[in-house]
């Protein structure tokens, strides 16, 4: 199977090398990371050959811990293979009760950036109470990693987007963390799901986004504020509902860190190699 993505991804990005317009500047140009969680299904089957899989693909950064391999056992497999990982995550309730372990795991693994992905809450209504709780969290884990060298990074899941004010409770939680210590990576598929504009957040809050998860939407999907849909409405770059170049472009001007694709779906062996093209071929 390893042998057939990797097959799969020369020959698409054979015909992407092919037919690209020279002339025009590529759009994007950064070296591309990728989200472990996109290989959940695999690494358990064989941690070495998915790390394989991973760097025949061209993937120089990952997001990720190992899982059931220690850090330290982790990043030898990663630098043996020119994969760095400027990121890890970490849940909230254990960054909550020693975010100084959480900070001395990232180090480990030689990460920058430690990023929570979920906010704890009830009947899949994100509550106002819940937002005030993170900010207070959110201050205290950032503050601790701070100290330690790292970024703390909310990744922010569509749930967030309930009203409030004039604005919604992502706007709640961006305006009273404390920007010194408490920054935010966008997952652009799970922004545009609860009814976020990735570009307008991106302009709207300069210097709070760090990172970056690439996914598309499947076109037509129906969308709400749970934070959840079916892993298989994630679709190769460029064929879903996201306005892929905007978003670039606007990530471009940000300054995101690092970028990460994320493929929720079960067809991985065909998406990521149409995901990478995509972005290769994307121009200004």
């Known amino acids: 199977m390893k042998k057939n993505l990797i097959q799969s991804g020369l020959v698409v990005l054979g015909i992407f090398v092919m037919t690209q317009t020279w002339a025009q500047k590529p ?8 989200q472990a969680y996109t290989f959940r299904n695999y690494f358990p089957q064989g941690m070495i050959e998915t790390l394989d899989t991973i760097q025949a693909l061209g993937f120089t950064s990952i997001e990720g811990d190992g899982g059931r391999i220690s850090p330290d056992d982790f990043r030898k497999l990663c630098d043996e293979r020119g994969i760095s990982i400027p990121s890890t995550g970490a849940g909230y309730q254990e960054l909550v009760d020693d975010p100084q372990a959480v900070a001395d795991k990232a180090k480990v693994l030689g990460a920058d950036y430690v990023m929570c992905a979920w906010i704890p809450h009830e009947n899949q209504k994100f509550t106002l109470e819940n937002a005030k709780q993170a900010v207070k969290d959110f201050n205290m884990i950032g503050k601790v990693l701070s100290e330690n060298g790292l970024t703390f990074c909310y990744h922010a899941h569509g749930y967030e987007f309930q009203p409030y004010e004039d604005g919604t409770l992502l706007d709640y939680l961006i305006q009273n963390t404390n920007p010194e210590y408490v920054s935010f990576e966008m997952d652009i598929l799970w922004i545009h799901f609860g009814g976020g504009d990735c570009v ?13 998860h690439l996914k598309d ?15 298989n409405n994630n679709v190769p770059l460029g064929e879903g509902e996201l306005d892929m170049p905007a978003i670039m472009k606007a990530a471009k001007k940000a300054g995101i860190a690092h970028y990460f694709i994320e493929d929720e779906s079960d067809r991985i062996y065909d998406q990521i190699p149409k995901s990478i093209a995509y972005l290769r071929s994307l121009t200004e």
């Open 27 to 34: 759009l994007f140009t950064e070296p591309i990371g990728v």
């Open 217 to 231: 939407l499947k076109k037509g999907t129906p969308k709400d504020l749970t934070g959840g849909t079916d892993t």
């Open 200 to 212: 307008e957040l991106l302009e709207k809050y300069p210097g709070r986004w760090k990172l970056m």
